[in-house]
């Protein structure tokens, strides 16, 4: 869209804005607020206390966090391996193949989460394989449901890949796994690096699915925050999802630094 | 139309011991996807290239250039015919297996490896140890005057250099074959005319190197090119050396793409006489006298001796470059001045300053009614007087230039059209 005249750039800029402050940040300031909030009747909350955030880091919960840091790593990486592998060999593929997993790779996420974490209980309740009251079904949770967000990022980068690159590597001897490692990956690892942001960040706010097949054993952090504010807790249940929030944005950042780094060489 | 029509028949197989560098046997390639009723990309292609030769394919725009030198290198199997290097059949044998040296149209370097990296590519595949490949690099690097970029990006380098850069990676491997497909398309004029001096030098310093060099530019296939075969349709239409192909251009589409000439629909004076009275040598090529449809004769030269012109009674096509078109001075009897020509009459539709000289295009027929995309272009002779838009003017065409080709229907553009007044009644004659 064109907009000229500079009045109706600054108006749509603040509506934007507005907007935006209406979706995001008001639900956070109110999460920021009821984390160090002592209580809150009025308008706005009093007697501002660090005992929720100490609640949420002590033993029982730095558990939980763990818990979702490792689920969602695990199942992020999964993730894009294998979303990457299926772009790349739906490339290779051409034609009716490449439709076909195209097609495969986009269902889970016109799949409702619920439906996911109930395919799962009734798939791996019963032998031969029993899943169900293990960590691994709530990995396998969240890696199909990030799967489909994985395999189109790295699609999407692989589908605009030179092919006259990887045709002039083979012509200069290279066979297909040098011309995969030397020109295909590290051209593709942008996209792949972007995949992985996505993919974890997702994992690690996952409820739908996680909920229905965790055991006890292996409780995530969003179903912590979501058993606190069905009791009730809401500054407690606000001071994890602070947490949830900062470790979150760490491993993105950490992710994006590493990205940096391989990009620019 | 003929197949490939190859002038002077490749000697016999093995002539001087050893096979040609490429042969191409009645290859087509289709792309998947491209409707079964359509026509193959590349239809029946037979070239041969011999070790050391330099033949260029020349042709407009999706004439299928680029996919016979796929078909080459290996990046599309050919859904018909066969492919040999050295003899040897390597149709079904993948890129990497064919040793050939490849510089596709927008040079393809590799973007996240380092200018030597990149000429190293071929060297390290082949797992040369890393002194000779150091080595290698610095040779090829220095042959292409390019040594202190060894250390920058792709990215950082102009059109120029880049391209410099995809030929030192794709001789590294000291390939005995090399495909270029557009190299100098991507360049600017000024650019263009110095890599082509370049190119020359290179082909000098590598007397053993066959090349297959793709262009839509006669300038370049004249410069480089040992023969030149020209595309269309994917089909080659023509191949020979570039004089054969200027001077004696078989079809209709060569005199056009090649030079560029005016096309005069016609019909033989005396179409029996066309038949058997010609030789192979350009001198005694006998002149034959034409009448056009647009009125006026032209007598000329049969572009191929092997072609039937007498065919279809009589009626063919007369190819003149624009520089081999004069306006004679008015008021003179065209009859006795027009040396190969006369009564080419014509009205000038257009001029043009060409910074060498005009361009004129010039309505035949004597009459205006002709649009300027359909009159034949004259270049006029530097210093030569010149006249205004609307001015009748009588045209000679300079003895020798004017050369018979098959009528082909097909070819638009510089076609003139037949004028309605004169019934060319002279074939009786
Ligand atoms: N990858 C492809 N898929 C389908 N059709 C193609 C492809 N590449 C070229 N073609 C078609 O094949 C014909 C010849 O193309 P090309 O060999 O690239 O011509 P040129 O190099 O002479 O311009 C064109 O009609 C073009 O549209
Ligand atoms: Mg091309």
């Not at chain 2, 220095?142 to 380098?157: N, S, W």
Request: aromatic content about 4%.
């Amino acid at each position: 869209m064109l907009l000229h005249s500079p009045s109706t750039r600054t108006a749509v800029k603040a509506a934007l804005i507005a907007v935006l402050a209406l979706l995001l940040g008001v639900p956070l300031l109110a999460v920021v607020l009821a984390a160090f909030a002592g209580s809150w009747n009025g308008v706005w909350p009093s007697d501002p206390t660090f005992a929720h955030l100490a609640d949420a880091l002590s033993a029982d919960n730095l558990a939980s966090i763990s818990v979702s840091l490792q689920t969602a790593f695990i199942a992020s990486i999964v993730a894009v391996a294998v979303g990457a592998w299926a772009a790349l060999a739906a490339r290779s593929a051409g034609g009716r193949a490449a439709k076909a997993i195209d097609a495969a790779f986009h269902l889970p996420a016109a799949v409702p989460s619920v439906v996911v974490g109930l395919g799962l209980l009734a798939a791996f309740s019963r032998p031969p394989l029993t899943l169900n009251g293990t960590a691994t079904i709530v990995v396998i949770a969240q890696t199909t449901l990030v799967l489909a967000f994985s395999y189109s990022t790295v699609a999407g980068a692989a589908e605009v890949l030179d092919p006259a690159l990887e045709q002039v590597a083979g012509s200069l001897g290279a066979g297909s796994l040098r011309v995969l490692l030397t020109v295909r990956l590290p051209l593709l690892l942008p996209s792949i690096g972007a995949a992985l942001g996505l993919a974890f960040a997702l994992c690690m706010g996952e409820l739908g699915a996680t909920i229905m097949v965790y055991p006890a054993s292996w409780r995530t952090l969003p179903v912590s925050i979501f058993a606190l504010a069905d009791r009730g807790s809401l500054f407690l249940a606000a001071a994890d999802t602070l947490v949830l929030i900062a470790s979150t944005v760490a491993v993105l950042a950490l992710i994006a630094r590493l990205r940096g780094r391989t990009t620019v060489r | 139309m003929p197949l490939a029509a190859v002038r002077c028949p490749d000697a016999g197989e093995f002539d001087d011991g050893r096979p040609p560098a490429v042969e191409l046997r009645g290859v087509s390639v289709r792309y998947p996807g491209a409707s079964a009723g359509s026509r193959p990309a590349l239809a029946d292609l037979s070239l041969r290239v011999d070790p050391g030769e330099t033949v260029a394919l020349l042709g407009p725009s999706g004439s299928g250039k680029s996919t016979a030198l796929k078909a080459v290198a290996g990046f599309e199997q050919p859904s018909e015919g066969r492919v040999l290097l050295a003899g040897r059949d390597v149709t079904r044998r993948p890129p990497a297996e064919r040793g050939i040296g490849v510089v596709v149209q927008q040079y393809a370097l590799f973007p996240h490896l380092r200018v030597a990296d990149n000429v190293a590519y071929g060297l390290r595949a082949r797992r040369l140890p890393r002194a000779q490949v150091r080595a290698r690099v610095g040779e090829m690097l220095e042959m292409v005057g390019m040594e202190e970029h060894a250390r920058k990006l792709p990215r950082e380098l102009s059109g120029g250099q880049q391209q410099r850069i995809a030929i030192a990676r794709a001789l590294a491997i000291r390939p005995d074959v090399l495909l270029l497909d557009e190299p100098l398309s991507a360049l600017d004029a000024r650019m263009r005319q110095d890599m082509v001096e370049e190119l020359a030098r290179l082909r000098r310093e590598l007397p053993d190197v066959a090349m297959l060099y793709v262009t839509h530019d006669q300038s370049e296939a004249l410069a480089l090119a040992d023969r030149i075969g020209v595309m269309r349709d994917g089909r080659l239409v023509d191949l020979g050396t570039a004089h054969e192909l200027y001077h004696r251009p078989r079809h209709a589409f060569t005199a056009s793409f090649l030079g560029g000439a005016n096309l005069l629909d016609g019909v033989l004076e005396a179409p029996g006489a066309a038949r058997g009275r010609t030789t192979h040598d350009d001198a005694s090529s006998p002149e034959l006298t034409v009448r056009l449809d647009a009125g006026g004769s032209v007598s000329a030269r049969i572009g191929d001796p092997a072609s039937d012109a007498g065919a279809s009674g009589g009626r063919v096509t007369v190819a003149v470059r624009p520089h081999a078109l004069r306006m004679l001075p008015a008021g003179r009897d065209a009859n006795e001045a027009a040396g190969s020509a006369s009564g080419l009459r014509g009205t000038v539709v257009s001029v043009q300053w060409r910074g060498t000289g005009h361009r004129l295009r010039v309505a035949l027929g004597g009459t205006d009614r002709g649009s300027a995309g359909r009159a034949v272009a004259v270049d006029l002779e530097p210093f030569a007087a010149v006249p205004a838009v609307g001015d009748a003017v009588v045209l000679g065409v300079v003895r020798g230039e004017a050369v018979i080709v098959p009528r082909d229907e097909t070819i638009g553009g510089l076609r003139v059209p037949a004028a309605p007044v004169r019934p060319a009644a002279g074939a009786t004659a």
